[in-house]
């Protein structure tokens, strides 16, 4: 058996400490707590990485459809702008609105929102007290109504 005196004299004072430190350096490696994740571990970190994803990607989506509604709308407003100044045969009144009382089918279907068959049934529903009638005889939907509040007049 080797003894810590013969291993003194073969190493030396300073490489027995340095042999000892390497050896405690070794242990304490083969010590590690820390142990790497399981493969369920690893597959539940996925799938809620992936959740959360999805969620993120559904609510870009869910803001996209709205810009896109928003822009719709904004384009058919354009539209209807220019197809009523197509279409005028009068000056536009100082205020650029239309009476729903007076106003052709024509004029009215220049409005954003509203068909020729709706124009029609605005004409066929007349006289108009003011143009919130548009809503209350059923004719528009508040939201509708909304979009040409600003633009009709019940004179």
Known sequence: M????????????RAWAALATAVALAWLAGCNTSTPPS???????????????KSGAQQAAA????AAAN???KVDDIAAGVKEGLHSDSKPSPAGTIDINSASADQLAALPG??????????????YSSPHDLVSKGLLSEAEYSRISGRVVAD
């Open 2 to 13: 080797i003894r810590q005196e013969n291993l003194r004299k073969v190493f030396g004072g």
């Open 39 to 53: 493969d369920q571990q690893l597959k539940q970190q996925a799938a809620q990485t992936t959740e959360q994803v």
């Open 63 to 66: 803001d996209a459809k709205v």
């Open 71 to 73: 822009a719709e709308r």
């Open 114 to 127: 509203i068909t020729g068959a709706r124009a029609r049934r605005i004409v066929d529903n007349r006289p």
